[in-house]
Nanobody, 124 residues
Framework: QVQLLESGGGLAQAGDSLRLSCVAS????????MGWFRQAPGKEREFVIG????????YSSDAVKGRFTISRDNAKNTVYLQMNSLKQEDTAVYYC?????????????????WGQGTQVTVSS
């Protein structure tokens, strides 16, 4: 059983940067594709960005391309989400998730484990 714990959320102004961290425990972190999702009030959970397990290659949604990056440190069992040029529409609870499967999963039901989420609020 993999446990995921996010941190780094908070309040930011539009144009600011934030970095989220997600520490994993209880499983072979390097064998998991790691993803970040977000969910705004009244909206469905949406894929943000992921990192493939076998080569750490990133893949992201169009909404954050060029602004958000993902990185992982397998030695520390940690994945990071660097968010730059934040916009008000980035306001959401951000979730870290782990998937043990081939391909580049982007649907929530393709992920096996989830963190509890961390709130990111961007003001104008």
């Amino acid at each position: 059983q993999v446990q995921l714990l996010e941190s780094g959320g908070g309040l930011a102004q539009a144009g600011d940067s934030l970095r989220l961290s997600c520490v994993a425990s209880g499983g072979p972190f390097s064998r998991y594709t790691m993803g970040w999702f977000r969910q705004a009030p009244g909206k469905e959970r949406e894929f943000v960005i992921g990192s493939l397990w076998y080569n750490s290659a990133p893949y992201s949604s169009d909404a954050v391309k060029g602004r958000f990056t993902i990185s992982r440190d397998n030695a520390k069992n940690t994945v990071y989400l660097q968010m730059n040029s934040l916009k008000q529409e980035d306001t959401a609870v951000y979730y870290c998730a782990a998937a043990m499967r081939l391909g580049a999963p982007q649907r929530p039901n393709e992920y096996d484990y989830w963190g509890q989420g961390t709130q990111v609020t961007v003001s104008s």
